[in-house]
């Protein structure tokens, strides 16, 4: 991973020490096909709950992963911030209740 991307996961995991798990659970999805690794969801979440990582699959040679899904409050920035519509928060369940 170059620089940026070690500091975004560094940064990341600051604020996850500063966190608790959520006492609500959320379900987190990835589309790995969409995901470029830009690190944008990385950045914003204010949990800490997501990490880039090396991906030989990816063409841009790195993917997110969802690294601490307990800290996940459930907040969307992620999703409202990724370019390319590669991650969701509560989908199905949010499907089910006729919100999507
Ligand atoms: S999920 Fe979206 S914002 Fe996050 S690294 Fe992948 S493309 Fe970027
Ligand atoms: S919904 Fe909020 S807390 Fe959960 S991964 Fe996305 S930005 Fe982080």
């Known amino acids: 991973m170059e620089k940026e991307e070690l500091k975004a996961n560094q940064d990341a995991m600051e604020r996850r020490g500063k966190?608790?798990?959520s006492p609500k659970k959320n379900k987190l999805t990835l589309v790995p096909l969409y995901c470029?690794?830009?690190?944008?969801?990385?950045?914003?979440?204010p949990t800490g709950t997501?990490?880039?990582?090396?991906?030989?699959?990816?063409?841009?040679?790195?993917?997110?992963?969802?690294?601490a899904p307990?800290?996940?409050?459930?907040?969307?920035?992620?999703?409202?911030q990724c370019p390319d519509f590669a991650i969701f928060v509560n989908y199905e369940e949010e499907k089910k209740e006729g919100g999507k």
Do not use: H
């Open 19 to 21: 966190k608790k798990p």
């Open 36 to 45: 470029k690794g830009c690190g944008l969801c990385v950045d914003i979440c």
């Open 70 to 80: 307990d800290f996940c409050i459930g907040c969307k920035m992620c999703e409202l």
């Open 50 to 67: 997501l990490q880039l990582y090396d991906d030989p699959k990816n063409k841009f040679g790195t993917s997110v992963k969802i690294d």
